[in-house]
C-alpha cells in the first residue's frame, strides 16, 4: 500500500536559517504529493503539490521537488520566520484513489 | 472565508458512552473525511463520504461509525467510547475532480475518554 515517511521532529531553527524537512514515499503507482502545514491552533491547510515526477511545488517562500528516482518530495525555505513555527505534514494520494495518505508530522519552531 | 466547523474543541467523555462528533462545511463540497490525529502516527483516515448518504470505511473504520444525511454535514459516532479513543479528532471536505485532493480541514476536536 500507499505510505509516507518524513524525518522525525522537533526541528528548532534560528529565523533566517535554512530548513529542510524530509519526505520519502512508497506508492504503486504514479502519485499527486503533497505539503499541508498547521499552525497552531488552526486545521491544516495544503501548503504546496506535485503531480508528476520533476514537477515543483512552491508557495510562500517554500519549495519541493518531485523526485522519482529517490521516491523523494523534501520541503525546503532559504530563510524561515517566527511565523513558519508550525506541524508540516507530507501526504500523496494515487490517481486511482481519492485518498490522501499523510506522514507523522514534523514539528518546527522557529526562535526569533 | 470558506470554513470547516467542527462542534467542540475540547471534549471529555467516559468509558462506554456514544460520542457524536459534528463538523459542518459552507462550501458545497461533495467529499467529507474523518481523520484521527495521534503523535507520532501523523493523520489516519476513519471514513470518508462522496455524498448524501453514501459512506465509505477508511484505515481504521473499528469503533466508529457515520452519518451524512446532508451535503453540508458529516457526523462521527463512537459508539461505546473506550480509552483507545482518546485523541484529535478532524473533519475535512474538498470538492470533486482535479480538486479533490485539496483538503480543507477544520481546527480539530480533542476528545479525552477517561
Known amino acids: 500500500g500507499n505510505s509516507v515517511t518524513q524525518m522525525e521532529g522537533p526541528v528548532t531553527l534560528s529565523e533566517e536559517a535554512f530548513l529542510t524537512i524530509n519526505c520519502t514515499y512508497t506508492a504503486t503507482g504514479y502519485p499527486s504529493l503533497f505539503w499541508y502545514v498547521q499552525y497552531p491552533g488552526e486545521g491544516l491547510q495544503l501548503l504546496l503539490k506535485a503531480t508528476k515526477a520533476d514537477d515543483k511545488g512552491s508557495n510562500k517562500g517554500f519549495e519541493a521537488t518531485y523526485r522519482k528516482e529517490t521516491t523523494s518530495f523534501h520541503l525546503e525555505k532559504g530563510s524561515v520566520q517566527v511565523s513558519d513555527s508550525a506541524v508540516y505534514f507530507c501526504?500523496?494520494?494515487?490517481?486511482?484513489?481519492?485518498?490522501?495518505?499523510f506522514g507523522a508530522g514534523t514539528t518546527v519552531t522557529v526562535r526569533a | 472565508d470558506v470554513k470547516v466547523t467542527q462542534s467542540s474543541r475540547y471534549l471529555v467523555k467516559r468509558t462506554g458512552e456514544k460520542v457524536f462528533l459534528e463538523c459542518v462545511q459552507d462550501?458545497?463540497?461533495?467529499?467529507m473525511f474523518w481523520y484521527r490525529q495521534d503523535p507520532g502516527l501523523g493523520l489516519r483516515l476513519i471514513y470518508f463520504?462522496?455524498?448524501?448518504?453514501?459512506?465509505e470505511k477508511g484505515d481504521i473504520p473499528e469503533g466508529y461509525s457515520v452519518s451524512r444525511e446532508k451535503k453540508e454535514r458529516f457526523s462521527l459516532i463512537l459508539e461505546s467510547a473506550s480509552t483507545n479513543q482518546t485523541s484529535m479528532y478532524l473533519c475535512?471536505?474538498?470538492?470533486?475532480?482535479?480538486?479533490?485532493?485539496?483538503?480543507?480541514f477544520g481546527s480539530g476536536t480533542q476528545l479525552s475518554v477517561l
Open positions: 475535512a471536505s474538498s470538492s470533486p475532480g482535479r480538486e479533490r485532493e485539496k483538503l480543507f
Open positions: 463520504s462522496y455524498d448524501v448518504k453514501m459512506k
Open positions: 462550501m458545497d463540497h461533495e467529499n
Open positions: 501526504a500523496l494520494s494515487d490517481l486511482n484513489d481519492y485518498k490522501l495518505s
